[in-house]
């Protein structure tokens, strides 16, 4: 099959620890971030868990490959853009948290390994407007993987940590994926 399964594509299960709750709006000008940034004081550290849900041409589709990519044993050079929604539990009906938003592209001569980079956008009530930015790479055969978090927006200004995720569903004739994502974050 022509598809691959991205690292960050399982389902979120539950936030499990959160440093802040935020009962309004963040002001995202430029005059508040930068009175914000005069202000840091104590990082802390989340600990977040959720689900994240793929379905091949529907939340995820391919915009790109290269002339050789089909004749590749590793589809090198599949571009695909993704919107998988994201979940508190495993059941793609639970709680949504927000979205995995990126792009997932196969990058690997030697075996079928996914380079992705995205954004987990909140539309939650607690932290709906923030973000995290997240990059890494993961083979298919892991099925777990450890990704970066390189940055982030809202309460997640700063942000830094690790992201690891465990693929929890697949279905390759159907090209639905779920993937377990366990976040540990520190920010401000
Ligand atoms: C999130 O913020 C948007 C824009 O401010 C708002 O329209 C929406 O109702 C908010 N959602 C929740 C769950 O608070
Ligand atoms: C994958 O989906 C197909 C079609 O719904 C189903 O027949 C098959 O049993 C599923 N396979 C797995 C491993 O869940």
């Known amino acids: 099959m022509a598809w691959k399964v991205s ?35 104590q990082e802390k550290v989340s600990k977040l868990h959720f689900f994240c849900h793929h379905l091949h041409g529907t939340t995820a589709v391919t915009i790109a ?41 196969a990058a690997s001569l030697h075996e079928i390994s996914s380079f992705d980079p995205f954004t987990f956008v909140f539309t939650n009530e607690e932290f709906n407007g923030s973000s995290l930015a997240v990059m890494g790479s993961c083979p298919l055969s892991s099925h777990s993987c450890e990704a970066a978090v390189v940055g982030g927006g809202g309460v997640f200004r700063l942000a830094r940590g690790v992201a690891t995720t465990k693929v929890y569903y697949l279905n390759f004739t159907t090209g639905a994926a779920s993937v377990e994502i366990n976040i540990v974050v520190l920010h401000y």
């Open 65 to 105: 490959k290269a002339a050789t990519t089909d004749a590749s044993p590793t589809l090198f050079g599949l571009l695909d853009t993704r919107d998988d929604p994201v979940t508190v539990g495993p059941e793609k009906s639970s709680e949504r948290l927000g979205y995995a938003q990126g792009i997932s592209a």
């Open 7 to 41: 690292i960050f594509v399982l389902v979120f299960w539950k936030w499990m620890i959160v440093a802040m709750a935020i009962s309004h709006p963040i002001d995202q000008s430029p005059k508040a971030v930068g009175e914000w940034a005069n202000n840091l004081r």
